[in-house]
């Protein structure tokens, strides 16, 4: 099959393309509702030891179970698992180029349910399609729209591992920049003390993963706080860590045919001799962030998604099973920052036989700014001998709505 892109290179500019959202454009993404996306990528598909220890290195996650083969060989379930978050290393949900052509793309937010683990040797191939698609309002950038994608994760069994809604925001370039609403924030400045806090939290960390030791239900009451996990200062290590975790990243001749098929997502970059770039490489130069009225280089939304829900996974030990992970990008994350995320227990009941709780998120940052809302469920083993035992959240169905 011949790949080779037919586009005249010159149509790749020498600058973000400052795309326009337009009543025409909102029309033509509309038209989308419904439609299959193509596949993104691809990437990863295969889950081996290999890929899922990699994607707890890029999101700093130290959970023997997804990292260590003997470990996992001696669990409950016979071998390691994945991280519940390694899915999105298959297509990142809410991908933010797909229609609005020049209009840049945030990742906003995804909320998972989770039904079956990943394991090695699994293959895992995502549908995803367009949901909707809604027009608002922003202090940001005045007119934004919303995209709603859901994808849905299947393994090479036919059988459903994850099903998602994503989230994408699209600003106009220049909107951004000219409103100016984060132009007064700057790196933070931290102090040995507050250094020391942090190194030791993230040290700290292991001591609070539960393990083996099985969390009953019964032990869990509302109001509970989870032990706070912390990830930063934010640095280009990991930023790059974190695609290298999800097997992304592509360079030279396969950018390059990629930029001429759609010229409004990459440009050449004068500081890069004119080398093609990504307009979402603003995550890793500062100069490009600005471009799009980001006041520094910042985190993916997908590692931030991820960060918490393993602040969940660590407290819940090996036989809970995280049924949910809704998380909402409401600020930047820039390099320098730090981010603690933090949970608390709300609510505690039974559906489906399963005994469930329900865990208030949330991630902020040194400033004291809650930078991520969100909602985690985990199913937890109940001494309740009327309840059945389970070994993932394929006996549950929160019957979540479509776009929410």
């Excluded at 909320?111 to 040797?121: A, I, N, Q, S, T």
Aim: aromatic share 8%; proline share 5%.
């Amino acid at each position: 099959m011949n790949t080779t892109a037919t586009a005249p290179q010159s149509d790749v500019g020498n600058a973000p393309a400052e795309g326009l959202i337009t009543d025409e454009a909102i029309a033509a993404a509309k038209a989308m509702i419904g439609l299959h996306l193509r596949p993104e990528g691809p990437y990863l598909q295969d889950a081996t030891a290999d890929t899922l220890r990699n994607w707890c290195n890029g999101i700093g996650d130290l959970n023997p179970l997804y990292r260590d083969v003997g470990y996992g060989a001696a669990s409950r379930f016979g071998t390691m698992l994945a991280h519940p978050m390694f899915p999105m290393a298959f297509g990142w949900l809410g991908r933010t180029r797909w229609g609005l052509p020049g209009v840049h793309g945030f990742y906003a937010g995804n909320d998972w349910e989770l039904f079956r683990h990943v394991r090695p040797g699994d293959r895992i191939t995502p549908i995803e399609r367009v949901v909707g698609v809604e027009e608002k309002e922003s202090k940001f950038s005045g007119r934004l729209v919303l995209q709603y994608v859901e994808a849905c994760y299947y393994n090479q069994r036919g059988e459903l591992v994850a099903r998602a809604l994503g989230t994408c925001t699209r600003h106009e370039r220049k909107a951004a920049r000219d409103t100016g609403k984060y132009k007064e924030i700057e790196q933070y400045q931290y102090s040995n003390e507050e250094h020391d806090r942090i190194d030791q939290i993230v040290l700290d960390e292991p001591k609070n993963i539960r393990g083996a030791n099985v969390r009953y239900w019964e032990e869990v009451e509302v109001g509970e706080e989870l032990p706070t996990i912390a990830r930063g200062p934010l640095s280009l290590m990991d930023t790059m860590g974190f695609l290298v975790g999800c097997g992304r990243g592509h360079t030279h001749g396969v950018v390059l045919q990629a930029a001429v098929k759609h010229p409004g997502h990459f440009f050449r970059n004068p500081e890069a001799g004119g080398g093609v770039e990504y307009t979402g490489i603003g995550h890793h130069r500062e100069s490009v962030a600005k471009e799009v009225g980001v006041p520094g280089t910042y985190d993916y939304g997908p590692q931030r998604s991820s960060w918490m829900c393993t602040m969940v996974t660590n407290w819940m030990g090996d036989a809970g099973v995280i049924k949910r992970v809704r998380t909402e990008m409401r600020r930047f994350n820039i390099v320098g920052d730090t981010t603690f995320c933090k949970g608390k227990v709300v609510r505690k009941y039974i559906k489906d036989n399963t005994a469930l709780v329900d865990i208030e998120i949330a991630a902020e940052n040194q400033r004291g700014e809650v930078t991520t809302p969100g909602i985690a469920t985990v199913a937890l083993p109940s001494r309740d001998v009327r309840l059945p035992a389970f070994i993932d959240g394929s006996g549950v169905d929160l019957e979540l709505p479509l776009v929410r």
